[in-house]
Nanobody
């Protein structure tokens, strides 16, 4: 059974940092692209970042580029999202998600429809 469990959310002041974790089980991480998405109240789900199945390709939304960094640890079967210089507009529920890719795929796309499995979400609130 494929499962994703998020952790690391919470309350932070503007300019602060948080590190989200997405722990995967039931599948081999290097055969899946992992994406981070977020949803603010009253808004649709927005792609934030993703990492390819082989770990060599990443993508970021323009709104977070230069502030957020996605990475993974195969030994822990976990994907991370380091969020720096946080802004109030980053406030949202953050989800991680996975989709199966062919071996050797070195790129990813933030297309929600492609992601088949989702975590439960974790709340990020950026406020002073």
């Amino acid at each position: 059974q494929l499962q994703l469990v998020e952790s690391g959310g919470g309350l932070v002041q503007p300019g602060g940092s948080l590190r989200l974790s997405c722990a995967a089980s039931g599948f081999t991480l290097n055969n899946y692209a992992i994406g981070w998405f977020r949803q603010a109240p009253g808004k649709g789900r927005e792609g934030v970042s993703c990492i390819s199945g082989n770990g060599l390709g990443t993508a970021y939304a323009a709104s977070v580029k230069g502030r957020f960094t996605i990475s993974r640890d195969l030994a822990q079967n976990t994907v991370y999202l380091q969020m720096n210089s946080l802004k109030p507009e980053d406030t949202a529920i953050y989800f991680c998600a996975a989709f199966r890719t062919l071996p050797g795929i070195s790129s990813c796309r933030l297309m929600e429809v492609n992601y088949n499995s989702w975590g439960q979400g974790t709340q990020i609130t950026v406020s002073s």
